[in-house]
């Protein structure tokens, strides 16, 4: 890839994480001010809710007030995200790899804000019906793009594919 296009790219890539973390930061904002405090705001009665809740923890309220623990986890992926990134080719088979890398970060990163700011993650949405744990826009960035990368691996690039990424 030529030097221009290169920067284009990773300028480009910026640019989309940075637009992901304002929206996810958004979100929260927006949850603080109207949800924190308040009864839940009931879109879907018995189903699906907006609820404010401050997570010292991961999912389930597994590892609470774990804060270094989640910093580091957070660094680590933002590490290797990036190394794949970066070490990825740059021709079409990978876009959708790509574009889940830059999610992986900017979910990364709507959280480690809050873990650095707040000392909690700002959760807001809740599934009632299943009583899913409640959740933010970063962790929908991280869940769904975790599971297209493992969508990708199983049943979309070949072993030779992945094997371009290490080598």
């Given amino acids: 890839?030529?030097?221009?296009?290169?920067?284009?790219?990773?300028?480009?890539?910026i640019l989309m994480i940075l637009a992901a973390v304002a929206l996810d930061q958004l979100t929260k904002y927006l949850a603080v001010i109207y949800l924190k405090g308040k009864d839940p705001y009931v879109i879907?009665?018995?189903?699906?809710?907006?609820?404010?809740?401050?997570?010292?923890?991961?999912?389930?309220?597994?590892?609470?007030?774990?804060?270094?623990?989640?910093?580091?986890?957070g660094i680590l992926i933002l590490l290797l995200a990036g190394y794949i990134f970066v070490h990825m080719p740059h021709f079409g088979k990978f876009i959708p790899l790509r574009i889940s890398c830059v999610f992986i970060m900017a979910g990364a990163i709507g959280n480690m804000i809050?873990?650095?700011?707040?000392?909690?993650?700002?959760?807001?949405?809740?599934?009632?019906?299943?009583?899913?744990?409640?959740?933010?826009?970063?962790?929908?960035?991280?869940?769904?793009?975790?599971?297209?990368?493992?969508?990708?691996?199983?049943?979309?690039?070949?072993?030779?594919d992945l094997e371009e990424l290490f080598s």
């Fill in 44 to 73: 879907w009665e018995g189903v699906f809710e907006l609820r404010y809740l401050e997570n010292r923890g991961a999912a389930f309220g597994i590892l609470q007030n774990q804060k270094w623990f989640f910093l580091v986890s």
């Fill in 114 to 160: 809050d873990r650095i700011v707040h000392q909690y993650v700002i959760d807001f949405f809740y599934f009632r019906l299943i009583d899913f744990p409640i959740f933010n826009v970063a962790d929908i960035y991280v869940t769904v793009t975790t599971v297209l990368i493992l969508l990708l691996v199983l049943f979309y690039y070949k072993e030779e």
């Fill in 1 to 13: 890839m030529k030097q221009s296009n290169s920067k284009i790219l990773y300028i480009g890539t």
